[in-house]
């Protein structure tokens, strides 16, 4: 009997979108539940079977708590500016905004065909003007703010520039960049760009000549998140270190904060480790080390102070602006053509490079503060200009890299810690005790770090200070295809903030996207970039994260022109009570909209400290990739394909391992896959620039059409290499879910994802095995329905062993879901499934219940059942049933009676019935009496809760 998926989904996609079934208001007297989903960036290629994954177990939270009496916020938008959208337009001409359009209709074609219980009137897109109107506005209100240190807590500029008014620097307690102070006569006699640019330093949204990862290739800069191991992460292309004018923005200000709240969330220790490691908090001092002949000093920044006696030179990163002031003239060259050669390097690699030791000696000496001795001082790559004070006191006995460094360059080391108490210890390890250090001698390490600050601060030598990894974040990028930073400048180049009535700012049409250089095409409009009065407007454009910072308070109230989102939505709503995502956005997009959302706190906006109050990051769907050796080389002027185990044979550097076409393999994924001819034919109408190339395994040749035996074999057998790895257009093994739901249904779609294992693993997609999952649902089917097809539901009283199935199943799912676990869920659908099967079940009062249990996962099939049923509305507005403990107890046991040994009779007694009551009676039993029949009963033995055995 078959189901007739296509059309009961069609059905009741159009019902659910007709009732609104999934709307969702804040004028509720329900308590809320806020499930989010990561929105996706739309590209080209569509939804694969991986990307539903998180989805899915997102849904079944929402209709479930939907079902359990809350008023369900789920959403979904897109996330719609970026980067490939804009290099697609480079490449085909294809305005953004058209393939964006067109991706985003794909996109929700393929969400709406799996059923999901979005509010689909809340659908919001990043580069629609009604939403960046307000990622706009609150770049504007981080521009005018600054972050008191004391209060911690943002404020307004206004009340930092009254400050300065009263009493210049003196007494303000802010995060900010500003080097030095000045009295308010000083402030007061600053033209308005001067004091701009001082208030630059200070503003939450800031700009600021920066070293930025620069991607010439991509013509932007990058934030480090958006780099990877030297190289962009779209696209891998190399970045450079570049000194620019850029706007970014001073998450360093919320280091403390972003640190510290996540204490409370419900989120996997692996990522709030990711993130702790990230903003990389280190308690330290800095130490001023005065310049030999002088009037200079370099200020380090030190975990270690207790090692300053083995401080025995110093490094400044090659960018430090001391490094030319200090340098001798005849060591000028040298230090410059270092400098250069450091600019090309990424701060990744730098940090990653610890085999290359490179340097140069800038002819300078600084003194040791404490010893009063001399020591040279280096400008070497290993130290990085943003990290501490860009200078290092370099201590080689008790830092690797300083060692390292100074065995290269022969400079001299002190070994000041004494660990030969601890025999497996390394160096840098803080265990031992202090030698070679004057007044430390003898101390622990953490009693001499305590000892040196307290002489440090005594003499004016330097403070304690806690330094983050943390960077602020660079705001600019110099591309077409994001929001329009909304500032524009005066003649004196003053930065100015739009006007609230001016937003939108919008994106003017562009045709030409190319990227020009170091400013954004944006700049090659003239009567754009002219905003009159000798105003002009900012080209820049902001980066992929701004949207996605708070994208999630909108969902909230999507259609306010006045706010981001109104109050009382806001009161309501809150915060997200669980968001499901991946892990790939552990340090970008989760680290900027928790800064967003503590701003928007600070601000009175937001009624919570966190956004997110609970994460699950779904596994990844894996794909078998199918590789083929090729030879890197023409052969005889042929590319030439080598079969993977003739390959082996052959040093690896001969070839290139080329994913192809997953389907053109036989028995692909297994370790033996490989091209049969046909399978060669198949692969060459796939990629007919391949119809030259010669195919080789050990059976023979094929070319042009032609196999060529050797041994008289009878066909080709080319083994492929088969890898578990990512899914993707790019390995050519991506599943479409659209073709799964097709054939399928996309209920069964859904369970099996579900089914393929827990929700936070990755595993590979295995098509094989969806069968399984198709038959469990075609039986559920037929629960209801004969093999005719005709409804067999009846009035019919339940069993006690039915209604046991059936709590029974409604407490394991209940508990299941609380716990995330779907997979589980889904067992034991199947389990009752086929116990009721067995015993025949047509009874509605187990049937009806079943049904409703059923709906977040399968929201179709449930959906039509429950109208068969005669359910009124939808089975998705019912209530989610509850499990009755009592009925899950065995109140009473069957027993089976048996006289020596053999099965006479039943007898029924209660659960706790002691084995001396059951003897008494069972052997009054009429039917036990006639089978004794007046022998003598020898023995009675009860095996409680099993069986009766009477000896006679
Ligand atoms: C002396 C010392 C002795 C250090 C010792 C370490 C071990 P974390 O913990 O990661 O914060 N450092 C400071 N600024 C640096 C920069 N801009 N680039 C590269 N290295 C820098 O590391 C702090 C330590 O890293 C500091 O403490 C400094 O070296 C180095 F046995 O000072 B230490």
């Given at each position: 009997?078959?189901?007739?998926?296509?059309?009961?989904?069609?059905?009741?996609?159009?019902?659910?979108?007709?009732?609104?079934?999934?709307?969702?208001?804040?004028?509720?007297?329900?308590?809320?539940?806020?499930?989010?989903?990561?929105?996706?960036?739309?590209?080209?290629?569509?939804?694969?079977?991986?990307?539903?994954?998180?989805?899915?177990?997102?849904?079944?939270?929402?209709?479930?708590?939907?079902?359990?009496?809350?008023?369900?916020?789920?959403?979904?938008?897109?996330?719609?500016?970026?980067?490939?959208?804009?290099?697609?337009?480079?490449?085909?001409?294809?305005?953004?905004?058209?393939?964006?359009?067109?991706?985003?209709?794909?996109?929700?074609?393929?969400?709406?065909?799996?059923?999901?219980?979005?509010?689909?009137?809340?659908?919001?897109?990043?580069?629609?003007?009604?939403?960046?109107?307000?990622?706009?506005?609150?770049?504007?209100?981080?521009?005018?703010?600054?972050?008191?240190?004391?209060?911690?807590?943002?404020?307004?500029?206004?009340?930092?520039?009254?400050?300065?008014?009263?009493?210049?620097?003196?007494?303000?307690?802010?995060?900010?960049?500003?080097?030095?102070?000045?009295?308010?006569?000083?402030?007061?006699?600053?033209?308005?760009?001067?004091?701009?640019?001082?208030?630059?330093?200070?503003?939450?949204?800031?700009?600021?000549?920066?070293?930025?990862?620069?991607?010439?290739?991509?013509?932007?800069?990058?934030?480090?998140?958006?780099?990877?191991?030297?190289?962009?992460?779209?696209?891998?292309?190399?970045?450079?270190?570049?000194?620019?004018?850029?706007?970014?923005?001073?998450?360093?200000?919320?280091?403390?904060?972003?640190?510290?709240?996540?204490?409370?969330?419900?989120?996997?220790?692996?990522?709030?480790?990711?993130?702790?490691?990230?903003?990389?908090?280190?308690?330290?001092?800095?130490?001023?080390?005065?310049?030999?002949?002088?009037?200079?000093?370099?200020?380090?920044?030190?975990?270690?102070?207790?090692?300053?006696?083995?401080?025995?030179?110093?490094?400044?990163?090659?960018?430090?602006?001391?490094?030319?002031?200090?340098?001798?003239?005849?060591?000028?060259?040298?230090?410059?053509?270092?400098?250069?050669?450091?600019?090309?390097?990424?701060?990744?690699?730098?940090?990653?490079?610890?085999?290359?030791?490179?340097?140069?000696?800038?002819?300078?000496?600084?003194?040791?503060?404490?010893?009063?001795?001399?020591?040279?001082?280096?400008?070497?790559?290993?130290?990085?200009?943003?990290?501490?004070?860009?200078?290092?006191?370099?201590?080689?006995?008790?830092?690797?890299?300083?060692?390292?460094?100074?065995?290269?360059?022969?400079?001299?080391?002190?070994?000041?810690?004494?660990?030969?108490?601890?025999?497996?210890?390394?160096?840098?390890?803080?265990?031992?005790?202090?030698?070679?250090?004057?007044?430390?001698?003898?101390?622990?390490?953490?009693?001499?770090?305590?000892?040196?600050?307290?002489?440090?601060?005594?003499?004016?030598?330097?403070?304690?200070?806690?330094?983050?990894?943390?960077?602020?974040?660079?705001?600019?990028?110099?591309?077409?295809?994001?929001?329009?930073?909304?500032?524009?400048?005066?003649?004196?180049?003053?930065?100015?903030?739009?006007?609230?009535?001016?937003?939108?700012?919008?994106?003017?049409?562009?045709?030409?996207?190319?990227?020009?250089?170091?400013?954004?095409?944006?700049?090659?409009?003239?009567?754009?970039?002219?905003?009159?009065?000798?105003?002009?407007?900012?080209?820049?454009?902001?980066?992929?994260?701004?949207?996605?910072?708070?994208?999630?308070?909108?969902?909230?109230?999507?259609?306010?022109?006045?706010?981001?989102?109104?109050?009382?939505?806001?009161?309501?709503?809150?915060?997200?009570?669980?968001?499901?995502?991946?892990?790939?956005?552990?340090?970008?997009?989760?680290?900027?909209?928790?800064?967003?959302?503590?701003?928007?706190?600070?601000?009175?906006?937001?009624?919570?400290?966190?956004?997110?109050?609970?994460?699950?990051?779904?596994?990844?769907?894996?794909?078998?990739?199918?590789?083929?050796?090729?030879?890197?080389?023409?052969?005889?002027?042929?590319?030439?394909?080598?079969?993977?185990?003739?390959?082996?044979?052959?040093?690896?550097?001969?070839?290139?391992?080329?994913?192809?076409?997953?389907?053109?393999?036989?028995?692909?994924?297994?370790?033996?896959?490989?091209?049969?001819?046909?399978?060669?034919?198949?692969?060459?109408?796939?990629?007919?620039?391949?119809?030259?190339?010669?195919?080789?395994?050990?059976?023979?040749?094929?070319?042009?059409?032609?196999?060529?035996?050797?041994?008289?074999?009878?066909?080709?057998?080319?083994?492929?290499?088969?890898?578990?790895?990512?899914?993707?257009?790019?390995?050519?093994?991506?599943?479409?879910?659209?073709?799964?739901?097709?054939?399928?249904?996309?209920?069964c779609f859904r369970m099996y994802e579900m089914f393929l294992g827990p929700i936070d693993q990755s595993k590979p997609w295995d098509t094989n095995n969806i069968d399984g999952v198709s038959r469990f649902i075609r039986r559920f089917w037929n629960l209801f329905h004969s093999d005719q097809d005709a409804w067999q539901v009846t009035e019919n009283e339940p069993s006690g062993e039915e209604l046991k199935i059936l709590h029974g199943t409604i407490?394991?799912?209940?508990?299941?879901?609380?716990?995330?676990?779907?997979?589980?869920?889904?067992?034991?659908?199947?389990?009752?499934?086929?116990?009721?099967?067995?015993?025949?079940?047509?009874?509605?009062?187990?049937?009806?219940?079943?049904?409703?249990?059923?709906?977040?996962?399968?929201?179709?099939?449930?959906?039509?059942?429950?109208?068969?049923?005669?359910?009124?509305?939808?089975?998705?507005?019912?209530?989610?049933?509850?499990?009755?403990?009592?009925?899950?107890?065995?109140?009473?046991?069957?027993?089976?009676?048996?006289?020596?040994?053999?099965?006479?009779?039943?007898?029924?007694?209660?659960?706790?019935?002691?084995?001396?009551?059951?003897?008494?009676?069972?052997?009054?039993?009429?039917?036990?009496?006639?089978?004794?029949?007046?022998?003598?009963?020898?023995?009675?033995?009860?095996?409680?809760?099993?069986?009766?055995?009477?000896?006679?």
């Open positions: 009997m078959q189901i007739d998926y296509a059309s009961i989904e069609k059905k009741w996609k159009e019902r659910w979108e007709q009732d609104g079934v999934y709307r969702v208001s804040h004028d509720d007297p329900r308590p809320k539940y806020y499930v989010l989903d990561m929105f996706p960036y739309p590209s080209g290629s569509g939804l694969h079977v991986g990307h539903p994954l998180g989805y899915i177990a997102s849904d079944i939270v929402s209709r479930y708590k939907r079902m359990d009496g809350y008023n369900v916020l789920h959403p979904m938008g897109y996330d719609a500016f970026g980067l490939p959208a804009e290099q697609y337009a480079v490449q085909t001409g294809i305005h953004p905004a058209i393939s964006t359009e067109d991706n985003i209709n794909r996109y929700r074609n393929q969400l709406l065909n799996l059923g999901f219980s979005y509010d689909w009137s809340r659908e919001v897109k990043t580069c629609d003007p009604r939403f960046y109107k307000w990622t706009q506005w609150i770049f504007l209100q981080l521009f005018h703010h600054y972050y008191d240190t004391e209060r911690n807590t943002a404020r307004p500029v206004a009340e930092l520039i009254a400050s300065f008014e009263a009493n210049g620097t003196h007494g303000v307690h802010a995060a900010h960049s500003y080097e030095g102070t000045f009295d308010a006569t000083t402030w007061q006699a600053m033209t308005p760009k001067e004091q701009d640019d001082v208030l630059m330093n200070y503003r939450l949204a800031y700009r600021k000549i920066s070293y930025v990862n620069w991607c010439e290739a991509l013509g932007t800069v990058l934030a480090n998140d958006e780099v990877k191991d030297g190289v962009s992460e779209r696209g891998g292309y190399p970045v450079e270190r570049k000194a620019m004018l850029q706007w970014s923005l001073r998450i360093t200000a919320y280091a403390e904060r972003l640190l510290r709240d996540l204490d409370d969330l419900e989120w996997t220790d692996a990522m709030k480790t990711i993130q702790s490691n990230w903003i990389g908090r280190s308690e330290g001092a800095e130490v001023e080390f005065p310049v030999r002949g002088r009037d200079a000093s370099i200020r380090v920044f030190t975990t270690r102070p207790d090692t300053i006696f083995g401080a025995t030179f110093m490094v400044l990163a090659p960018e430090h602006p001391l490094v030319a002031e200090i340098t001798t003239p005849d060591q000028q060259l040298e230090v410059r053509a270092y400098q250069e050669q450091a600019a090309l390097r990424s701060e990744r690699e730098r940090i990653a490079d610890v085999k290359e030791i490179s340097g140069v000696f800038t002819g300078a000496f600084a003194v040791n503060p404490v010893t009063g001795r001399s020591i040279p001082v280096w400008a070497a790559d290993y130290v990085l200009m943003d990290y501490g004070t860009g200078a290092i006191m370099a201590v080689p006995g008790d830092d690797t890299r300083d060692g390292a460094f100074a065995r290269h360059f022969d400079l001299p080391i002190v070994e000041v810690i004494d660990r030969s108490a601890f025999p497996d210890a390394e160096v840098g390890d803080k265990v031992g005790t202090l030698q070679n250090s004057d007044f430390l001698n003898g101390m622990e390490i953490p009693e001499a770090i305590e000892a040196t600050l307290r002489h440090i601060e005594t003499q004016g030598l330097g403070v304690r200070t806690v330094q983050y990894k943390l960077r602020d974040a660079i705001y600019s990028r110099q591309r077409y295809w994001g929001e329009p930073i909304p500032i524009l400048y005066d003649q004196d180049g003053v930065a100015h903030a739009m006007d609230v009535q001016e937003l939108p700012h919008e994106l003017p049409m562009l045709d030409d996207f190319q990227p020009s250089g170091t400013s954004s095409p944006l700049a090659r409009l003239p009567e754009w970039v002219d905003a009159g009065n000798g105003m002009t407007r900012e080209t820049d454009t902001m980066p992929g994260y701004a949207g996605s910072s708070w994208y999630f308070l909108r969902y909230m109230d999507p259609y306010s022109d006045d706010v981001f989102a109104s109050p009382e939505a806001i009161a309501y709503w809150k915060d997200v009570d669980l968001y499901i995502g991946g892990t790939e956005h552990a340090v970008g997009h989760l680290m900027y909209s928790r800064f967003w959302h503590k701003f928007l706190y600070d601000k009175g906006l937001v009624p919570t400290v966190e956004p997110f109050r609970k994460l699950i990051n779904q596994g990844m769907i894996q794909g078998v990739i199918e590789y083929l050796y090729m030879y890197k080389e023409k052969v005889d002027g042929y590319t030439k394909f080598l079969c993977a185990r003739l390959a082996a044979q052959h040093p690896e550097e001969l070839f290139a391992r080329i994913p192809i076409l997953v389907t053109v393999v036989e028995n692909y994924g297994t370790p033996d896959s490989y091209l049969s001819t046909r399978s060669i034919e198949q692969l060459i109408a796939w990629r007919p620039e391949y119809e030259d190339a010669i195919f080789e395994c050990s059976k023979g040749v094929y070319h042009r059409g032609t196999f060529t035996p050797r041994d008289g074999a009878a066909g080709s057998h080319l083994y492929t290499d088969s890898e578990v790895g990512k899914m993707g257009k790019r390995y050519h093994n991506a599943v479409n879910p659209d073709t799964v739901v097709a054939e399928y249904g996309a209920d407490k394991r799912v209940r508990e299941d879901i609380e716990r995330y676990s779907f997979n589980t869920c889904v067992s034991h659908f199947m389990t009752a499934t086929n116990e009721l099967k067995k015993l025949g079940t047509t009874s509605r009062a187990i049937l009806d219940p079943l049904v409703r249990l059923i709906a977040p996962f399968a929201p179709f099939i449930s959906e039509a059942l429950w109208e068969q049923l005669g359910g009124s509305g939808s089975v998705h507005l019912t209530d989610y049933p509850k499990f009755d403990a009592s009925l899950l107890i065995e109140s009473t046991i069957t027993y089976p009676v048996c006289i020596n040994g053999k099965k006479r009779t039943e007898a029924d007694f209660t659960a706790d019935a002691s084995p001396a009551d059951i003897e008494q009676v069972v052997l009054a039993l009429e039917a036990v009496q006639k089978w004794i029949d007046g022998k003598t009963v020898r023995k009675v033995i009860v095996v409680p809760k099993r069986m009766i055995n009477i000896v006679v």
